[in-house]
């Protein structure tokens, strides 16, 4: 799924227009963003946990020249944890519960 699928997806379900769903999709990505760009975690309860973990330096080998050493630098990178009932969903092929229902909000 793309993240014009997602606000596709949105906007058809929630009946709304996408010009006004993108910017409340675009809002929470950016959130998250930050969040992580600042060290945070992100705790989405039954999703998963969005956080950032520091690799440490390390010394590899080219996989062209396996007698080569290269030195792989410390990184910091964004991981993401399946939360319980995700995994239940889809890697443990639980059944799907029956969406929420959601109302839309009235329009003008």
Same mark, same amino acid.
């Given at each position: !799924? /793309?993240?014009?699928?997602?606000?596709? $997806?949105?906007? =058809?379900?929630?009946? !709304? &227009?996408?010009?006004?769903? /993108? *910017?409340?999709?675009?809002?929470?990505?950016?959130?998250?963003?930050?969040?992580? =760009? %600042?060290?945070?975690?992100? /705790?989405?309860? $039954?999703? $998963?946990?969005?956080?950032? &973990?520091? %690799?440490?330096? %390390?010394? +590899?080998?080219?996989?062209?020249?396996? /007698? @080569?050493?290269?030195?792989?630098?410390?990184?910091?990178? *964004?991981?993401? %944890?399946? +939360?319980?009932?995700?995994? =239940?969903?889809?890697?443990? $092929? +639980? @059944?799907?519960?029956?969406? &929420?229902?959601? @109302?839309?909000?009235?329009? @003008?």
């Amino acid at each position: !799924m /793309t993240k014009a699928e997602l606000i596709d $997806g949105i906007a =058809e379900k929630l009946d !709304m &227009k996408k010009k006004d769903v /993108t *910017p409340v999709v675009e809002e929470v990505f950016d959130s998250i963003e930050g969040a992580l =760009e %600042r060290g945070e975690k992100c /705790t989405f309860v $039954g999703f $998963g946990v969005f956080e950032v &973990k520091d %690799r440490a330096a %390390r010394e +590899g080998r080219n996989p062209q020249d396996p /007698t @080569k050493i290269v030195k792989i630098p410390a990184k910091r990178v *964004p991981i993401f %944890r399946p +939360g319980k009932d995700l995994k =239940e969903r889809v890697i443990k $092929g +639980g @059944k799907p519960q029956a969406p &929420k229902p959601v @109302k839309a909000p009235k329009k @003008k």
